[in-house]
Each structure stands twice: as C-alpha cells, then as structure tokens.
C-alpha cells in the first residue's frame, strides 16, 4: 500500500504537526534531493494480525526510502526474522518498489518523520500518537503487537488507552491490550543493540515465534 492508501487519520503524508521536525525535513532537501524526505506511511496490510512499531524513521534509512525499516542496519535482522516466520515474501527489503510483500503484517512507527540525533521530543512522540492509535484501531480483535523499545511501547500504550502503569518494558514482556490484543516488549533491532549484543537473533526470533504461536501461524 502506498500513503495514498492509508485514511486520513493513519498517515498524512502532509503532516507539519511537529515544528522542529517538519524544519529538519525541509534543510535535508538540499543536501538529499533524492531523499524521501516525508513522513513516512506503514507498510504492509491493511487488515494484519501483526503489527510491529518501531521508533522513528532513520535518516539514512526510510527517511530516504520512504519504507519503514528499509535501507538502514535496523532493517536486516527484522526483515529477515520476519520472513523465517512467514510474515515476509523475502528476507530483504531494499527499496520501496522491491516487490517485497509482508502477510498478516504491518510495520509503522511512533513518530513518522526523522528526528535530529534520532530522539523525537515528548511532545512529538505526542503528536504523533493519534496516528498511531487509528493503526492500532485497523487491527482486527485478538490481534498482536510487537513494540520495538521503549518509546515505542509506551506509544502502543498511549495509543490503546492505557496509562504507562499499565505496563512495564522489558525484553520479552507479553501484556495485554484492549479488544483480546497481545502487547509483546522487544529490545530494538539497531545497530547499537545487535553488535553489542543486546539483541541477539536468537533472542529477536523469540519474539515473533511468540507472536507466531499466539497468531496460530
């Protein structure tokens, strides 16, 4: 699906919500011409069972391509694990014309547009989170989430209703969200966690072989 596809309330590829983000997207025009440069849409299907929220579009990454999660190191390990589970038509994603397809599955995140430094503020991650909260209204009951870090399961929180004390993060937690929903915590996939150690591909599988197990896949 492109933004085009999306309803208003879930992506607006529009959106000048946040001031400082929507300055850091116009100064990048200059140096990046070919660059995305937008917000960034989900991807995937419209009526998953799965969704997976991530924390904000890399620079370099879907700020650039305009996909979530692609052409960045993130994208390697969650791309490939989601394709050992069924959940991706190849194990990786490159651009957004690949003809790499996801099934029963959609990738969004908390914040659409880059950050500087990566660290969207509070009240940007705010901003956002009505967006996020109509993604998650998409979902179908008894559906699964997958929130890559903590900004992003607080953003799932926020955006299902629920106050942060509801739920604490931690790597593979498992909590329960409204309408028979399953809230499953995971370190995120970046470069920082995966070569430290952090998140292990074993440890990363874990998780969506649980939201597999859960889905009946």
């Known amino acids: 699906m492109t933004e085009r596809d ?3 309330d879930v992506f607006d590829i529009q959106c000048r919500r946040c001031p400082r983000l929507a300055r850091f997207l116009d100064e990048g025009r200059a140096d990046y011409p070919d660059y ?7 991807f995937g299907e419209r ?10 579009p890399g620079y370099h990454g879907a700020n650039a391509t ?3 999660f692609t052409g960045d190191h993130a994208g390697i390990l969650l791309y490939r694990t989601l394709h050992r ?5 190849v194990e990786r994603s490159v651009s957004v014309d690949d003809g790499l397809t996801l099934h029963d599955c959609r990738i969004t995140n908390a914040v659409k547009c880059v950050p500087p430094q990566n660290k969207p503020t509070t009240s940007e991650i705010h901003n ?6 109509a993604d998650l209204g998409l979902m179908p009951d008894g559906a699964v ?3 890559l870090g903590t900004v992003a399961h607080r953003a799932v ?8 004390a509801h739920a604490k993060f931690s790597h593979g937690a498992v909590h329960a969200l409204p309408r028979d929903g399953t809230l499953i915590d995971s370190y995120h996939c970046s470069r920082y966690n995966t070569q430290t150690g952090r998140l292990t591909p074993a440890m990363f599988e874990a998780i969506f072989a649980r939201a597999a197990s859960l889905l009946d896949r």
């Open 66 to 68: 305009g996909r979530p």
């Open 128 to 133: 956002c989170n009505d967006f996020l909260a």
């Open 47 to 56: 009526n998953a069972r799965l969704l997976v929220v991530g924390l904000a």
């Open 157 to 164: 929180l926020q955006g299902s209703g629920l106050r942060p």
């Open 145 to 147: 989430v997958i929130a």
């Open 85 to 89: 589970f069924g959940f991706a038509s």
């Open 6 to 8: 999306w309803p208003a």
């Open 36 to 42: 995305h440069l937008r917000p960034v849409p989900p």
